[in-house]
């Protein structure tokens, strides 16, 4: 393997710089806190979908995702097939109601303060509660992008992971403290085209290098053929090789489909669509959208095969599989460049969590219960230092170890069946009440917790019954209390949103 070390670091330095000047640019239009959750509501299409898309999939679809074909074979693509159906089924049914909703129900910026309205909660309840799990979540969520920035920097670099995740926290910080949601938005767009092309860069160049589709299929079958078995699962242990064969169960088929159903409850997913400029422009972003995911998630799944064929001997750690591929396949300038895209993953991802989490604690705790008369430039500042407060804390948890995967996926599951339920219902059902509302919320985001605690039996994704039992109690309670006095459901088409609040 040849020297990287110059050419990457030149690289990553210049991408940084970049980064950190969409932020210095950006600085002068966030005066609002409307401006620095939501940008203004101004986004347009190819902004705001590929800024979703890219703050979406984070690390994982460098790293997590690959790795895992890498290592147990082409039945961990499930996950895929899940999360593609998942982004479809979110542009086209949540996105265009949810951008309306969210401007009726008094312009709220966050998705706690849209609860409240939506469902007409006198308690503060829904706003205390939502926000609450917003920050547990995230907190581990971002620490899992700290993490595959550790594990970036360690394998290129040789540096001690904390070395590396602290400059991350650090850059990160700094854009997304100057200039809010647009330079998060901003950024994410240029991490998304850069992320899509080495993600279809790399599998092109590294099937030639081992003679082309028919070799490496040839070559993971000799491996062992249940890695290319949609329906078995092969055990792997580091530094010996494939081996075993356990039946990949329905249930478990079911657990790795679940990814999908986390789409309609991940709140920086759905700041997207709260900011894009109109509900009209949501066709646009929805093919966009789901074309950049439909084609990236491919190429990872292929990556992953691709490295047990071009790889002799089994990685120590399955999740650097891209790294090992592109320093080898790509002289260290384009290298650079590419392996710029799995920082850039990991920031897109990231800097949109930590945005959210300060916007809850400014939108739903200073605000509400410590300075209700605050004024724009306040609060502006407020969600500024809380975004520092936010990712010290996903710092600290980063230091403390674990994969990708294991990380996202436990931050994944936790939204999604908490908050997933309660915003299909708000925009489809308009009997729905408060109390259905908190009861779906905290059910959901128990059984998750309880379920991950338990050691997932059955090796059932926690997704799958806290999603159920969210949903099943959001109904039951749903019915009892006092119904919404404002009409919602029946009376909803794009073109009766109203104009973005006067800046």
Known sequence: ???????????????????????????????????????????????????????DMSGWLLLGLPGAVYA????????????????????????PRLRTYTER??????LSAYFESRFEDKTNLLRIVSALIIGVFFTLYVASGLVAGGLLFETIFGVEPTVAITVAVVVIVVYTFLGGFLAVSFTDFIQGVLMFLALVIVPILAIGAVGGFDAVFGDVRNTSPNLLNWIDESGFTP??????????????????????????????ILARF??????????????????????????????????????????????TVFLVLVQDLFNPWIAGILLAAVLAAVMSTADSQLLVASTAVTEDFYRRYFHREARDAELVWIGRAAVVAVAIVAYYFALQGGTVLEIVAYAWAGFGSAFGPIVILSLYWSRMTWLGALAGMVTGATVVVTWEQLGSPGGVYSMLPGFAAGLLAAWIFGMIGKRPEREWVGKYRPEEEVEPAAQ
């Open 72 to 95: 147990f074979g082409i039945g961990e693509a499930w996950i895929a097939v899940g999360l593609a159906i998942g982004t479809y089924l979110n542009w086209l049914f949540v996105a």
């Open 239 to 268: 530094g010996e090789g494939w081996a075993g064969s356990n039946t990949l169960s329905f249930v478990a088929i079911a657990g790795l489909l679940a990814w999908g159903l986390g789409y309609f409850g991940q709140p920086h």
């Open 274 to 319: 709260m900011g894009i400029r109109s509900a009209k422009d949501v066709p646009v972003a929805r093919r966009i959208g789901v074309t950049w995911v439909l084609v990236t998630l491919a190429a990872a799944v292929l990556i992953g095969l691709v490295g047990i064929s071009y790889i002799d001997a089994p990685l120590e750690n399955q999740e």
């Open 105 to 110: 129900a008094h312009n709220s910026i966050s």
């Open 1 to 55: 393997m040849v020297d990287l070390s110059a050419p990457i670091i030149t690289t990553f330095i210049f991408y940084l710089l970049v980064m950190v000047a969409i932020g210095v640019w950006v600085y002068s239009r966030t005066k609002t806190l409307s401006d620095f959750a939501l940008g203004g509501r101004t986004l347009n299409a190819p902004t705001a979908a590929l800024s979703a898309q890219a703050s």
